[in-house]
């Protein structure tokens, strides 16, 4: 692996989430600007699993596709001159499910960016568990100041 590995202690000091929303553990490959790659433990004390299904626990899909958006905005929010702005989830292409995620997985967060212009940028994002694709697609962004949001 290149670039940079980020702990959750680096990790708080870009992102804005926090508990129960913040869904990277690890940043295990980090190019500012071009990619990420993250992990995130999948276990039962999740809150979304009392819901999501009770004796049959699924992560939800929206939140395996938060999750790489969230791993996507470790990259934006790294490139320098963008400290301190917020990456927002303008919205998703082209995105399958393919497998189940359960509690005891691993999920593996790959986004990479292939288009940034002013603002505004689209990455290919794909998570894995055990090697295997379990959702992929296209992710849309844009970066804020914290300002601009104030109003």
Do not use: C, W
Not at 116 to 128: F, Q
């Amino acid at each position: 692996m290149t670039g940079e590995h980020l702990d959750i202690k680096k990790i708080l000091s870009v992102l804005p989430h926090r508990y129960p929303f913040l869904l990277v553990d690890r940043i295990t490959e980090l190019v500012p600007g071009e990619k990420a790659t993250g992990l995130k433990n999948v276990t039962i004390n999740e809150p979304y699993f009392q819901g999501h299904f009770p004796g049959e626990p699924i992560m939800p899909g929206v939140l395996i596709v938060e999750a790489l958006a969230q791993v996507g905005g470790v990259a934006v929010l790294s490139l320098a001159g963008n400290e301190n702005k917020l990456a927002l989830f303008m919205g998703i292409d082209k995105f399958r499910f393919r497998k189940i995620v359960r509690p005891g997985d691993q999920l593996e967060l790959k986004v990479s960016i292939k288009a940034m212009r002013s603002n505004m940028g689209k990455g290919d994002a794909e998570a894995r568990v055990n090697g295997k694709l379990v959702a992929s697609g296209e992710l849309l962004f844009a970066i804020a100041s914290r300002d601009e949001l104030k109003n």
